[in-house]
């Protein structure tokens, strides 16, 4: 079964550090978007692309998160500098857009901890 | 607005049926959707419902929508401990690209 790849599973980093997590969708999604789930609630979006180009990035703290895309299939999303506030499940998730119900598939996520 | 709501916790038997509501505020919500989360893990799609339907059936899970009362809900039949997770309510706008907006969560509790 078709999965979404996201690494690395966990990172543990102090505050004001860099930090990245890498996600590989399922082959063929064109849509990918990544939520950021805080301990004890929903996950909220973070970003969403259809191929390389952003779609929403309206909740992206664009001071110290980027994202990107660059060929349309894995992507990357940066944190510098690491706030303690950072601290949450990073998830990876991707769609066929137009699919009807825009079904989404998540990854496991990477769990951040900052000190 | 864009809340959708849960109840936090939900305690069950096991081999009763458990049920677990969602509000949301959105009106032109086209799907609603139910994830399942294990701990540690990602979420995994158990079910979804097209807004113009009021009931989907899939094996022991049940959902009912109230569109009206923006209402949705869960019901989980002969639950058993491995149901034990948080499950997570999600609506998805017409306009607003496929994204989907979730609820807190509800972590349900099967004890045996």
């Known amino acids: 079964e078709a999965e979404v790849a996201q690494s690395p599973r966990y990172k543990i980093t102090e505050k004001s550090q860099a930090v990245a997590f890498w996600c590989d969708p399922i082959?063929?999604?064109?849509?990918l978007y990544w939520y950021r789930q805080i301990l004890g609630q929903g996950p909220e979006l973070l970003v969403q692309?259809?191929?390389?180009?952003?779609?929403?990035d309206s909740q992206l703290p664009k001071d110290r998160f980027s994202a990107e895309r660059l060929k349309g299939v894995d992507s990357t999303l940066k944190i510098q500098p690491a706030e303690l506030g950072d601290s949450a499940m990073y998830l990876c998730?991707?769609?066929?857009?137009?699919?009807?119900?825009?079904?989404?598939?998540f990854g496991a996520g990477s769990r951040l901890t900052v000190l | 607005g864009e809340d959708v709501e849960q109840s936090l916790f939900l305690s069950v038997r096991e081999g009763d049926s458990s049920v677990i509501n969602c509000t949301y505020t959105?009106?032109?919500?086209?799907?609603l959707y139910w994830y399942k989360q294990e701990p540690g893990a990602g979420l995994q799609l158990l079910t979804y419902?097209?807004?113009?339907?009021d009931m989907k059936q899939d094996q022991r899970l049940t959902v009912l929508l109230n569109k009206k009362d923006k209402h949705l809900s869960l019901r989980i039949a002969d639950t058993q401990t491995g149901d034990s997770a948080i499950y997570f309510c999600a609506e998805r706008h017409y306009n607003q690209g496929g994204k989907l907006i979730f609820g807190q969560g509800t972590e349900l509790s099967v004890k045996p």
């Open positions: 959105d009106s032109s919500s086209t799907y």
């Open positions: 082959s063929g999604h064109a849509t």
């Open positions: 692309f259809q191929d390389e180009s952003v779609v929403d």
């Open positions: 419902i097209f807004s113009n339907m």
């Open positions: 998730a991707s769609s066929l857009p137009g699919s009807g119900a825009n079904v989404l598939t």
